[in-house]
């Protein structure tokens, strides 16, 4: 878990990168050319992993964005009570609790498997395991 950094003129559409502090998932980006008294400059706009919220940023081709590392792991769900999901993880076996996201509300249940993604210290169930 942890950041490493790329030129703000290599972030494609769907990269996930840090936009004010929140990791973030690419919608956009533009690309300006350099002019006569400046570089080239990046617009790049995304939505909050977390939290859902819009986020745009205006830098330098040249200057330094941090990409937040996802760890992508394993886990069985132990119980569910309303939204959240009791899970233990596969490799550690370490317990905690993940909300349902709305889209695996009502197919997630005891004794499944699914994958969840640890990013910045907040972990975030991502899909039942075995469906794509």
Not at 19 to 39: E, F, I, Q
Not at 55 to 71: F, N, Q, W, Y
Not at 86 to 103: A, C, G, K, Q, S
């Amino acid at each position: 878990m942890g950041i490493k950094q790329t030129n703000a003129s290599n972030v494609h559409e769907g990269d996930t990168i840090m936009l004010d502090g929140a990791p973030c998932r690419v919608m956009s980006v533009s690309k300006s050319k350099p002019g006569k008294h400046g570089a080239a400059k990046a617009r790049i706009v995304g939505i909050g992993i977390l939290d859902e919220k819009k986020r745009d940023l205006v830098m330098p081709g040249s200057d330094r964005i941090d990409v937040p590392l996802i760890e992508k792991k394993s886990a069985q769900v132990l119980s569910i009570i309303e939204n959240k999901a009791n899970v233990m993880d596969t490799e550690t076996y370490e317990t905690f609790d993940l909300t349902i996201p709305e889209e695996l509300k009502g197919k997630v249940k005891d004794g499944m498997q699914v994958l969840y993604w640890e990013i910045m210290g907040s972990k975030m169930m991502k899909q039942i395991k075995g469906e794509q």
